[in-house]
């Protein structure tokens, strides 16, 4: 049997919602086993929720406390499973406890590791011991997994242990049967004449949200953002909420969330350098202003913008408001459509790359007939 294993709620989960909706395409026997962290979600077919409530970017003791017992919970819905299990453990949270019930386990079970983040780069202003405690756990999730995704082939480089003939890449890419959600709806629109800057995603504090929220407070340009999580990007929104050049929609489904972008001018994906992991960012924002036909504002210096000025439809800036004022003074209409045809043009070498991976390497590992694969070579 096959079981996903994600750390959050998985209705607003891209990347692991296209695996199960393959595996429920395929017929195929799996559980869930997820985390609806606040206690709002909508409960999916075949899962299993954590039920230790707990908020998002949260630190702390706290944080230490409900990630422990978030792991137990895995553990003991594991070993109340039967069968041998070929289990998808997305990202480190899921992994980490799938290793140790591999190595505890006398099953013949499966550990695909899909890294999603490659978390202990991400912990750059925590204590030493924090940092060490989540390297150990990526050491031995590393070790223990028969087989990693990975997002983009740059991020090989990124783990410090030999992965060699055990990894596959699967970008983050859009993957719909049909594009019609991506109608024009003018409720998105603004009207004067200024250029609309789009972010649709998660809040954290080294996304450089303040400055792109405080370009739209300086009336620079319209913005459109969708999205959840740090308390205090959240409370600069709601304190705004009847500026004329804000319009913020709170957490949004994946679907509502490009459209929202399609019905924008440009899309914005800053990353701080400050962050090690945002040197390797998985460039969700890179395949989806492709998917809608929009150009990119991102981070100089970072694979985002070496892919996106490389294909010519981004544009790459420093990590300051002055930067992105100058970007947008000097933007034309022109321009902005020329990049914009460009992203659409490109998009149809990557609109089936999803369904090809699903259909080969997925498959072979995790669906019964490729039971014998491991590598999923």
Known sequence: MIVIIRCNDIISDSRTKKYIDFLQAKGAEYRIIAWDRLGQAQHLPGAVYCPVRSKYNQGGVGAIKDRLRWMWFILQTLFGMKDNLRIHACDLDAA?????????????????????????????????????????????????????????????????????????????????????????????????????????????????????????????????????????????????????????????????????????????????????????????????AMFVGRPLITTQGIIVAEKAEANGFGYAIDETLSSLADLVARLTPDDVQQKAAQAAALWPQYSHATERYLMGTYSRMMLPQGADSATGK
């Open 96 to 288: 980490f406890p799938a290793a140790v019930y591999k190595l505890l386990s006398r099953r013949k079970n499966f550990l695909l590791f899909d890294v999603f983040d490659w978390i202990s780069d991400t912990l750059y202003d925590q204590g030493r011991i924090v940092a060490m405690a989540f390297a150990f756990m990526e050491r031995v999730s590393t070790r223990m997994a028969d087989h990693i995704i990975i997002c983009e082939p740059e991020r090989v480089k990124q783990i410090p242990y030999s992965i060699e003939g055990r990894y596959s890449v699967l970008q983050n890419i859009p993957s719909f049967a049909s594009a019609d959600f991506l109608y024009r709806d003018d409720s998105y629109r603004f009207g004067n004449g200024l250029l609309t800057l789009v972010y649709v995603g998660g809040f954290t504090a080294d996304r450089c949200l303040d400055m792109l929220i405080d370009g739209a407070l300086q009336g620079l340009y319209n913005l459109n953002i969708a999205g959840y999580g740090n308390k205090d990007i959240l409370a600069k929104l709601e304190a705004n909420a009847k500026n004329e050049h804000i319009r913020y929609y709170g957490k949004v489904a994946y679907t509502d969330g490009l459209r929202i972008m399609s019905n924008s001018d440009i899309v914005y994906a800053m990353y701080s350098k400050k962050n090690p992991n945002h040197l390797y960012a998985a460039p969700n924002k890179y395949y989806e």
